[in-house]
């Protein structure tokens, strides 16, 4: 099967109009489309409903959450090493079908170990194997535009997002709980099998191209030589890291932390702000708006954060963003209205699609390509331990206080010594060392 891509992506490479990792970025892109169908904005929905119908608490609920990030930090390093073994692809495509059948199987999930055993393992595709798999395959694609692709990667899946709310609030409100993750799991077999699966080529050098588009191989007259278009050559800064070494940087340590810290916030946030804004007098339906006014601005902010990190350190673009990620968990306080939300979910989506863009930029541009999905696997674990503390925090503050006021203080506090840390940060050196100051 990896012959038909290869096959496919050399006929189209030869007739299309525009760069063949574009086409590498839309397949690759629609996978981040189907992860959201069982992200944190999407349980939101289902939050409220399930608790009424089952019994069940929101704490219980949102473990679900946490029971994926905990399993997914044992698997992130192999499904890193996995993609750079086997290739992005394979494991990408096996992940849309094992997503769209534990989706539909929460049809039936009318007890917590059922509702945990579906959940958890869409939870475990969203943050590895996706998150991992198609990141390193447009990082691979793309150096000098890495930013701009990675921005339109991501702006898929806030596309993603609004759609599967959408679906899921419609086919709640129209039918059932379990109608809403039927055609959850419908939505992510129909958009993402088939596209990962005949059009992602692993790299440009195995269809004859180059990163970018920039560098094109040309037929000399002499067989078996080539012929560089030096003037569209970019920079030779690209540097190309293995595991081991990144592994010895406080850089790669710094970014896991801090990502991690930025996940737990978000996590913390995304899952509870359905029900805190049904709890602030809002409806199902004026959630399920704010909610997609959220995906809307994170899916725009995607390709404004894609253009940032292209021209900003990367220190002081992750610093903003934690910054920033202070002032919208202390603007949820200030939410009485239903314009007030639909503001405050426009900051948050700000928060998200720097969240997206930046970690995969900043890896990939401090330790390179070759083995950026064993690199990416270990700094997927600090999200999934942020996402495993985030739900459970913001639970325990509502069931024990009656709010969520204790948690999102101290987000906003933890937030804004991450953004501390983070700008005192250096990148990697290229003897192996780097440092902090």
Same mark, same amino acid.
């Given at each position: 099967m990896n012959n038909i891509?290869?096959?496919?992506?050399?006929?189209?490479?030869?007739?299309?109009?525009?760069?063949?990792?574009?086409?590498?970025? @839309?397949?690759?892109?629609?996978?981040?489309?189907?992860?959201?169908?069982?992200?944190?904005?999407?349980?939101?929905? @289902?939050?409220?409903?399930?608790?009424?119908? @089952?019994?069940?608490?929101?704490?219980?609920?949102?473990?679900?959450?946490?029971?994926?990030?905990?399993?997914?930090?044992?698997?992130?390093?192999?499904?890193? *090493?996995? !993609?750079?073994?086997?290739?992005?692809?394979?494991?990408?495509?096996?992940?849309?079908?094992?997503?769209?059948?534990?989706?539909t199987s929460l049809a039936w999930a009318t007890v917590p170990i059922f509702f945990y055993m579906g959940f958890a393992t869409g939870r475990i595709v969203f943050h590895v194997p996706v998150q991992i798999g198609s990141g390193a395959v447009v990082s691979r694609w793309f150096v000098k535009k890495?930013?701009?692709?990675?921005?339109?990667?991501?702006?898929?899946?806030?596309?993603?997002?609004?759609?599967?709310?959408?679906?899921?609030?419609?086919?709640?409100?129209?039918?059932?709980?379990?109608?809403?993750?039927?055609?959850?799991?419908?939505t992510v077999f129909a958009v993402s099998v088939l596209p990962t699966l005949l059009l992602i080529v692993e790299r440009p050098e195995d269809i004859g191209l180059l990163p970018d588009g920039l560098l094109e191989p040309e037929p000399d007259n002499?067989?078996?030589?080539?012929? #560089?278009?030096?003037?569209?050559?970019?920079?030779?800064?690209?540097?190309? *890291?293995?595991?081991?070494?990144?592994?010895?940087?406080?850089?790669?340590?710094?970014?896991?932390? #801090?990502?991690?810290?930025?996940?737990?916030?978000?996590?913390?946030?995304?899952?509870?702000?359905?029900?805190?804004?049904?709890d602030r007098g809002l409806g199902l339906t004026a959630v399920a708006t704010a909610i997609t006014i959220n995906g809307i601005v994170s899916g725009l902010g995607s390709l404004v954060w894609g253009a940032i990190i292209e021209r900003t350190p990367i220190r002081w673009a992750m610093a903003f963003l934690m910054a920033l990620s202070t002032v919208s968990?202390?603007?949820?306080?200030?939410?009485?209205?239903?314009?007030?939300?639909?503001?405050?979910?426009?900051?948050?989506?700000?928060?998200?699609?720097?969240?997206?863009?930046?970690?995969? !930029?900043?890896?990939?541009?401090?330790?390179?390509?070759?083995?950026?999905?064993?690199?990416?696997?270990?700094?997927?674990?600090? !999200?999934?331990?942020?996402?495993?503390?985030?739900p459970l925090l913001s639970g325990l503050a509502f069931d024990l206080n009656g709010s969520y006021q204790v948690a999102f203080l101290t987000f906003a506090i933890i937030a804004l010594i991450g953004a501390g840390v983070v700008s005192l940060s250096k990148p990697p050196r290229c003897d192996g060392s780097a440092g902090i100051r």
């Open positions: 891509s290869l096959v496919i992506g050399r006929y189209l490479s030869a007739r299309l109009p525009f760069y063949y990792g574009w086409v590498v970025v @839309f397949a690759a892109g629609t996978t981040v489309f189907a992860r959201m169908a069982p992200s944190v904005f999407v349980l939101g929905i @289902f939050l409220s409903p399930m608790a009424d119908a @089952f019994g069940w608490s929101r704490t219980l609920i949102a473990g679900a959450v946490s029971v994926g990030a905990i399993s997914s930090i044992f698997l992130s390093p192999v499904i890193g *090493w996995a !993609v750079d073994r086997y290739g992005a692809r394979i494991i990408l495509t096996v992940s849309m079908l094992i997503l769209g059948v534990a989706v890495r930013g701009r692709a990675i921005g339109f990667l991501y702006l898929s899946g806030s596309v993603g997002g609004i759609v599967c709310i959408q679906v899921a609030a419609f086919a709640m409100s129209q039918w059932s709980i379990g109608a809403a993750w039927i055609a959850l799991g419908i002499v067989p078996g030589t080539v012929t #560089v278009n030096l003037q569209a050559a970019p920079e030779p800064i690209e540097v190309d *890291w293995t595991l081991r070494d990144a592994m010895g940087t406080k850089s790669l340590w710094v970014m896991v932390g #801090v990502v991690g810290t930025l996940f737990m916030i978000q996590a913390g946030v995304s899952v509870h702000v359905g029900a805190f804004y049904q968990t202390l603007m949820l306080f200030t939410v009485h209205t239903l314009l007030g939300a639909f503001f405050v979910s426009a900051v948050i989506g700000v928060v998200a699609a720097g969240g997206n863009v930046i970690p995969p !930029v900043a890896y990939a541009s401090y330790f390179g390509r070759r083995s950026i999905g064993s690199i990416r696997g270990i700094g997927e674990t600090g !999200v999934q331990i942020g996402q495993t503390i985030g």
